[in-house]
């Protein structure tokens, strides 16, 4: 966005130069002290003298140049006012705490198009306005189905750039090479709210031969890439990030098209990877999403728990772990639509991974790691 000059006049002011505060932020006042409360976000953040300044004058729906010339009569330089509202436009913009004042005329106008999706029998409405950008598309693919619509997810272009909203309120405005791990951050997010049989782990799930086996592991541990590379060899993937485990202690995948950061990408030269957009994450990391590698299967039970942990170097070690092993890392990364896993699910996951070839694997080198699952997994 380009800030006007201090000198604009109000008939040269154009309608994307004017803001309004998103529905949930909340100004605040302490005292001397001013901030802004984000009721999506739970955030409180102060705002110093400067900042209130634009705030105000932004979020009152005056044209971006009339807070310039604020700061300018109190004594800023006017190229050093224009960085400053700039500064803070962006910031507020990008976060979701203020929107076009002319986005329900953008909601409103214009070509649609509509996507149903079903994830783990949650509806989700994904409505796209005007032209989409690469990779979304790809990314809802296997997620299309009809189910009783739960939330609304709205794309819409603006300046260059798309803003998000979910239950038409604003999640921020990215760029194109952001939008897509946006929309999977926000759909994950929803999800996790809406399941009502059982709660959400992170992990990845893979069957082969009607054996169902659970990858877990922290972030870097590399289940995604190991998980393409078990698809590789013959398995397929249900999840490599989210599975749902049922009441019963059954497990299912949420068909999220794979993703894989940039360090995996020359392990895996078979999957033609280079072929793929490249996405950006909020965490600055490089991904490609690969929806043709995800395959949609319904609940089942489990046959083997794997907990990944890399190492630079060395002999691949396999390790027998206990059912409570395995229970404890499951519940570590769950998540339960009313915030609390019952003792009832837990019993009956115990259950489950009791039942279950628990094990630890530490690997360096990803085909051992692949050979080693496969013996395990197939006898």
Known sequence: MVVPTATASPRETRQTDVMKACKGVEPLEFGNQFALFHQDRQQLVELNDTARLIWGRLAAGEPIGAAVVCLIDQGAKPDQA???????????????????????????GGAQTIVEL???????????HGATPAGVLELLAPLQGQAPEKHRLDLVGWDDRHLLLVDLRSRGLFDLDEITPAIKTALTERLTTAVAD???????????????????????????????????????????????????????????????????????????????????????????????????????????????????????????????????MVLEGGLAASGRISAAEVGRLAGTLARACCYGLRYSNLPAAVRILSRIVHG
């Open 82 to 108: 224009r960085q400053f509202v700039a500064d803070a436009l962006q910031r507020w913009l990008r976060e979701g705490w203020l929107e076009p004042a002319v986005l329900p005329a953008l909601l409103d």
């Open 118 to 128: 079903s994830i783990l029998r949650v509806g989700f409405k994904v409505v796209l």
């Open 198 to 328: 059982g709660f959400l782990a992170h992990g990845a799930l893979l069957e082969s031969r009607a054996n169902r086996l659970f990858l877990a592991g922290a972030p870097g541990a590399g289940k995604s890439t190991l998980a393409m590379a078990l698809v590789e060899a013959g398995f397929d993937c249900l999840s490599d990030d989210i599975v749902q485990v049922h009441a019963d202690g059954q497990m299912q995948g949420a068909p999220f098209a794979p993703a894989l950061k940039s360090g995996a990408w020359p392990l895996l030269p078979g999957l033609a990877l280079e072929r793929l957009p490249i996405h950006r994450r909020a965490d600055g990391q490089q991904v490609r999403y690969l929806p043709a590698s995800i395959s949609i299967a319904g609940a089942g039970p489990l046959t083997h728990f794997v907990a990944l942990s890399r190492q630079a170097e060395g002999a691949a070690e396999l390790t027998p772990l206990t059912g409570l092993e395995a229970t404890r």
